[in-house]
């Protein structure tokens, strides 16, 4: 059996490393912009970079690993890119003063592993690309999967308020993670700080008669807004119960939101025909909020299953909740006949 609270220590001074660069790109994004000329650019840089940071760290304290990363190097070897190479590198050295090109294209190229292996680490280097170049929230993802489930979530929030009284779209100075161990727990900590206490957290049922908040993502395109609007006021028709507007946020840090009991509910429904899900989309999150004691499914009550490949084939949207609240969504969902597009 993994060494599973050695798998979260190192995945969580990973993830501290990686946000302690995207940060800092993040500050200098002007900066950055005006040294490419090209409005892709400052998400490249701190993708590639945080994806080296993370496997570079995995690869030294765990030896050879298989992570599945977002990104790959092509783009930085083409000659032509040069000016993002040396970009990256610049980022990466803030926490690796010792990089070098070849040792930071070589720690990109961790990530290629491929998903034909039993247990095998999955990144999303930079979850949210649109709320991290709006200054908004973004998260470093990195989950352990074994078989069809992920058993450890590590997932940085570095823009994420801890205090849930602050406003989610003002970015927080320190940000907070989330650390879980399927079976054991899941742990918030401060996202600057890898030595931080780690405190447990979980999050209680919905109570009955209570008012429901929920969140969706910010990007229309991501989630269907007309079936998410009719499944919230068939909720509070049927139930007599206040459901809000969603509270929108991006990236996995939803998940992180319904852990801590400050949303009752995520909803990803499917927008466009044919959309699969990715696994590192969804690997963090789902462990992070299973742990916390929320339901993760898909729209048809179907687990998440990670078992086959890059995507999540086999499902359709997502729907996280506490068991109660994913009940009556669930039952929503069927009652309104909403389908998948296609
Ligand atoms: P969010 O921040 O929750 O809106 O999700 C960001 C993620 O949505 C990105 O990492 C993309 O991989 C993913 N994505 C891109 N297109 C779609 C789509 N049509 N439906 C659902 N997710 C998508
Ligand atoms: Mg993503």
Known sequence: MP??????????????AAAIVTNQVQNALDEVRSLTKDDKSPVTIADYAAQAVVGRILRERLGDVILVGEEDSAFLRDEDNAVFLNATLAAVREVWPEATADSLLEAVDVGSGDTHHRHFWTLDPIDGTKGFLRDQQYAIALGYIEGDTPTVGVMGCPNLPVDMSEPLDVPHEHGCMYAAIKGVGVYEAPCDDPTGELIRITRLDHVEGEPI???????????????????????AKTHGIEVGEPVRLDSQAKYAVVARGQADAYLRLPTRRGYVER??????????????????????????DFSHGRGLEKNKGVICAPPRVHGR??????ALGIQPAG
């Open 3 to 16: 060494d599973y609270a050695k798998l979260m220590e190192v995945g969580r001074e990973a993830v501290c």
């Open 279 to 304: 696994i590192w989309d969804h690997a963090a999150g789902c462990c992070i909020a299973c742990e916390a004691g929320a339901f993760v499914t898909d729209i048809f009550g179907r687990n998440l």
């Open 329 to 334: 969504i669930i039952e929503a969902i069927e």
């Open 213 to 235: 908040s929920v969140c969706a993502s910010v990007e229309k395109a991501h989630s269907n807004v007309s079936d998410t609007d009719r499944v919230l006021e068939h909720i």
